[in-house]
């Protein structure tokens, strides 16, 4: 149930168009029942959508093999990116800091070195846990402060004020990481998200 006099639901338009552009499977299940209070919330949920089924389209219908190869330095590969994506932002931040759920609390790791999968599977992983995000998100209020932070031993930077705070948080790390996809993708097999004349 809406607390606010002018609830509406999350990016319904935005929602909409990506449906009709064909991408209705990778939209997060839940996220047309998350509820904002304002039109700057709504916006901001709006974008994380966005950006997640822009991960998403960064990786479908990318070979297996190419998944699990790294093409930078650094080492990283598009699978364990998504295990980044889905353990160190929508588990981490949403699960267990912004909604305190002992389930993510108990499940946090490393995402980069979580243990080995294949790409389809880092894929339904992401999808699981964007899922779950949304179901904290459908009920959290972005004015208040988080539920959970951890320990200081663990994790030195200081709790953040609002729920707000965190969201933004995870939508600059998934745009981020959507455009390291990309740049992996093309490298990969060719294939560009947007080009620009």
């Known amino acids: ?25 990778i939209r997060p299940p839940l996220a047309h029942r998350i509820r904002v209070k304002s039109v700057n919330d709504d916006l901001l949920l709006t974008q994380l959508v966005k950006e997640r089924a822009h991960v998403l389209r960064a990786v479908t219908g990318i070979s297996e093999p190419a998944m699990g190869r790294s093409l930078v330095p650094s080492g990283w590969t598009m699978t364990r990116m998504l295990n980044h994506l889905a353990f160190d932002d929508e588990l981490f ?83 981020t990481h959507a455009g390291h996809l990309d740049i992996v993708r093309e490298l990969s097999d060719g294939h560009q998200n947007l080009v620009v004349e």
């Open 1 to 25: 149930m809406c607390r606010w006099n002018s609830c509406r639901p999350l990016g319904a338009t935005a929602l909409g168009r990506l449906r009709r552009a064909g991408h209705g499977p």
């Open 93 to 175: 931040w949403i699960s267990a800091v912004l909604g305190g759920e002992t389930r993510a609390i108990a499940a946090l790791h490393n995402g980069w070195a979580s243990e080995p999968m294949t790409g389809a599977e880092a894929i339904r992983m992401y999808q699981h846990e964007i899922a779950a995000s949304d179901e904290v998100l459908a009920r959290t209020d972005l004015n208040e402060p988080p539920r959970w932070w951890p320990p200081a031993s663990e994790f030195s930077a200081p709790p953040m004020s609002t729920g707000r705070e965190v969201l933004f948080r995870v939508l600059i790390e998934t745009s």
